[in-house]
């Protein structure tokens, strides 16, 4: 079946614009989570989606970056007024019910803050 | 918040050889270990998961756990070159991975 889908693949920004990233989960996974990975580093948790519940945004890095799940189904991660250090690959993963630590990752959008 | 150490630096091993890798983490009360793999440019693919202590072979793969020392491994057996890849350790837990810089490994035809 389909895996997890993110658009843009690459996405060139000005600092200062606002940006949105999106993520289309495994059809039928319950939990979506957005990670970040910027050169050289791990990867570094934002934002965990359970089904209808209050998304746990504790990994987010300040208040620019919201994101939102409509339907239960697609993400949308949302950057304002981007900053150079915004600049890495922001990877989407969701898991079945039940298991959220079985996580499968999406291909990334690559965002670049000039 | 969960530490995930993977010290060592690039690894490069022999074709046939074994690749050994290690990570260590902080949370003495995680359950659940992981190991991805991600090749240049792309995106991380789980390839173990390990839960017991002990070893957990699949393939040419085996993941070891001990909790006690808060230790686990991923050993390659006979490496192929479509084995260069970096490979991520991460801990599960509050619904979210706490992932290791990674270890690139390079196998050498």
């Known amino acids: 079946g389909a895996g997890v889908s993110q658009s843009p693949s690459n996405k060139v920004t000005e600092k200062g614009k606002d940006v949105e990233l999106r993520c289309d989960p495994i059809?039928?996974?319950?939990?979506l989570y957005w990670y970040r990975q910027s050169l050289g580093q791990g990867l570094e948790f934002l934002i965990y989606?359970?089904?209808?519940?209050?998304?746990?945004k504790s990994g987010l890095p300040s208040d620019r970056f919201s994101a939102e799940r409509t339907g239960g189904s697609v993400s949308t991660l949302t950057i304002q007024r981007t900053q150079q250090e915004d600049s890495a690959v922001y990877l989407c993963?969701?898991?079945?019910?039940?298991?959220?630590?079985?996580?499968?990752f999406g291909p990334g959008t690559r965002l670049t803050v000039l | 918040q969960k530490e995930v150490e993977q010290n060592s630096g690039p690894l490069s091993v022999p074709e046939g050889a074994i690749a050994s890798l290690n990570c260590t983490y902080s949370?003495?009360?995680?359950?659940?270990f992981f190991w991805y793999r991600q090749y240049s440019g792309k995106s991380p693919e789980l390839i173990m998961s390990?839960?017991?202590?002990g070893d957990k072979e699949d393939g040419r793969f085996t993941a070891q756990l001990n909790k006690a020392s808060q230790y686990v491994s991923l050993l390659i057996r006979d490496s192929q070159p479509s084995d260069s890849a970096t490979y991520l350790c991460?801990?599960?837990?509050?619904?979210?991975?706490?992932f290791g810089k990674g270890n690139q490994v390079v196998v050498i035809p």
């Open positions: 993963a969701s898991s079945p019910q039940g298991r959220t630590d079985t996580q499968y």
């Open positions: 059809s039928g996974h319950t939990a």
């Open positions: 989606f359970q089904g209808n519940s209050a998304p746990d």
């Open positions: 949370d003495r009360g995680s359950q659940s």
């Open positions: 390990i839960y017991s202590n």
């Open positions: 991460a801990v599960g837990g509050n619904n979210r991975l706490a």
